[in-house]
């Protein structure tokens, strides 16, 4: 298995742009997450889908993000006008979740390094 | 207060040495208590995970909750520049994938 895959790797941008972040899930699994790791924060959860379905997406700092999973198989995280503080790293993390499991095995890609000057 | 505090280091150590790494947390509710291990330009990889207080020991590594504490560690013997990574916790309340909380993570260095 190819494991999780994202994509770009990096991203440079100007300020105002639109930015799309891509996830390939491992095959199977059935909930992704999208985290985004900053030295000052550290890894944040920005928002987590079940069954492409959102769950949770408290995390999304504000309307320009946003995130959709059309597939099982893919997800895009958006952000829409990108800013100077969306500077990070994003992963993107996928698992099998069981009702009655105690697993929280995630599985990370190696992330997109986003840079917004 | 955080609800997860860990010493982000760095903290280096040379070869053979016994590492200890920790976290404190303020959410009585965790149960679920894992550590991930981070190599530079990687996404996290699971290393160690456990249910409730106790040690697991797998290896090199052995990871021991504390409820009572709020305290978790993790130690690595006969540490290797293999190990040289930064090492995060993380934990959450309920089964299943629910969002883990991560600590920001300890940046380790073994030096051969």
């Known amino acids: 298995d190819a494991g999780v895959i994202q994509s770009p790797r990096h991203e440079v941008t100007e300020m105002g742009q639109e930015v799309t972040l891509r996830c390939k899930p491992i095959?199977?699994?059935?909930?992704l997450f999208w985290y985004r790791q900053t030295m000052m924060r550290g890894l944040e959860l920005l928002i987590y889908?079940?069954?492409?379905?959102?769950?949770?997406d408290s995390g999304m700092p504000e309307d320009r993000f946003s995130a959709k999973m059309p597939n099982a198989s893919f997800s895009t995280l958006k952000i829409q006008p990108s800013e100077p503080r969306d500077s990070a790293v994003y992963f993107c993390a996928s698992s099998f979740f069981l009702l009655d499991s105690r697993s929280e095995k995630l599985f990370f890609g190696s992330g997109t390094q986003l840079s917004v000057l | 207060q955080k609800e997860v505090e860990q010493d982000p280091g760095p903290l280096s150590v040379p070869e053979g040495a016994i590492v200890s790494l920790n976290c404190t947390y303020s959410n009585s509710a965790f149960q679920y208590f894992m550590w991930y291990r981070q190599y530079s330009r990687k996404g996290p990889e699971l290393l160690m995970y456990?249910?409730?207080?106790g040690n697991k020991e797998d290896g090199r590594f052995t990871a021991q909750v504390d409820k009572s504490s709020k305290y978790i560690s993790l130690f690595i013997r006969d540490s290797q520049p293999s190990d040289s990574a930064t090492y995060l916790c993380?934990?959450?309340?309920?089964?299943?994938?629910?969002?883990?909380?991560f600590g920001k993570g300890t940046r380790l260095s073994v030096i051969a």
């Open positions: 889908f079940n069954n492409n379905v959102p769950i949770d």
């Open positions: 993380a934990m959450s309340a309920r089964p299943g994938n629910t969002p883990l909380v």
């Open positions: 456990t249910y409730s207080s």
């Open positions: 095959s199977g699994h059935n909930s």
